[in-house]
C-alpha cells in the first residue's frame, strides 16, 4: 500500500510505499528533507459493522494477477504550480575543445620540440629552433608555451637518458 502525502514545503504531492513510514526523504521538487507521514487508519462507514469488514478480507486474492507487482497501478499525482519559474535541472554541457576550435577561423594545433632532436654534429641548436618556430608562428597566435622533461633509452649506451623540450599550442 502506497502513502500519498504533501512536501510541508512546496506541496509537491508524493507517493511512497508504507514500509518506509517515519524514514527521512529528500523531496524530488524542492530537495528540502522530509520524514515520511505514517499511513492513515482505514475509518469504517457508519453502518458497517465489524463483523462485514472482517468479511471483506480474503487470505487468497481473487484475481491474482491484479494483486501482483506486474499489475499497473495508475496514480494521479498534482504537481503545485509556483509563482516563479522552476530552475532547470538539466545544464546545457560546454562546448568541446574541437568545436570551439572549428568555430574560429583557424584551427588550434600543437608542436613538440625536443632538445635532442635540435643536436646536430655536437652543436645544441635548441634555441634557435624554439625561437625560429615562435617567429614563424607570431606571438599573437600562440596559446601557450609548457616545458617538458621525458626519459627515453638511448640506443648506443642502452641507458635511460633524461632529457628536455617544449610543447607549444598555437592557432595555425
Not at 503545485?80 to 568555430?103: D, R
Not at 640506443?155 to 595555425?172: A, C, W
Amino acid at each position: 500500500m502506497d502513502v500519498v502525502f504533501k512536501c510541508p514545503n512546496c506541496e509537491q504531492e508524493l507517493a511512497v510505499d508504507s514500509s518506509a513510514a517515519g524514514s527521512e526523504i529528500n523531496c524530488p521538487s524542492c530537495n528540502e528533507t522530509i520524514v515520511i507521514p505514517e499511513p492513515e487508519p482505514v475509518v469504517m462507514r457508519p453502518g458497517v459493522g465489524a463483523a462485514a469488514a472482517a468479511a471483506r478480507v480474503e487470505p487468497n486474492p481473487v484475481n491474482p494477477i491484479a494483486s501482483s507487482a506486474a499489475a499497473k497501478v495508475e496514480m494521479h499525482l498534482k504537481v503545485p504550480v509556483h509563482a516563479k519559474p522552476a530552475e532547470s535541472l538539466i545544464t546545457k554541457p560546454l562546448t568541446p575543445l574541437e568545436a570551439a576550435a572549428q568555430a574560429t577561423d583557424r584551427n588550434i594545433r600543437a608542436k613538440t620540440i625536443r632538445r635532442i632532436d635540435c643536436v646536430e654534429v655536437g652543436h645544441d641548436r635548441f634555441d634557435e629552433i624554439v625561437t625560429d618556430f615562435l617567429d614563424k608562428v607570431g606571438e599573437k597566435n600562440i596559446i601557450s608555451v609548457t616545458t617538458l622533461s621525458y626519459t627515453y633509452l638511448d640506443i648506443g649506451t642502452q641507458k635511460l637518458l633524461t632529457d628536455y623540450g617544449v610543447l607549444i599550442v598555437y592557432r595555425g
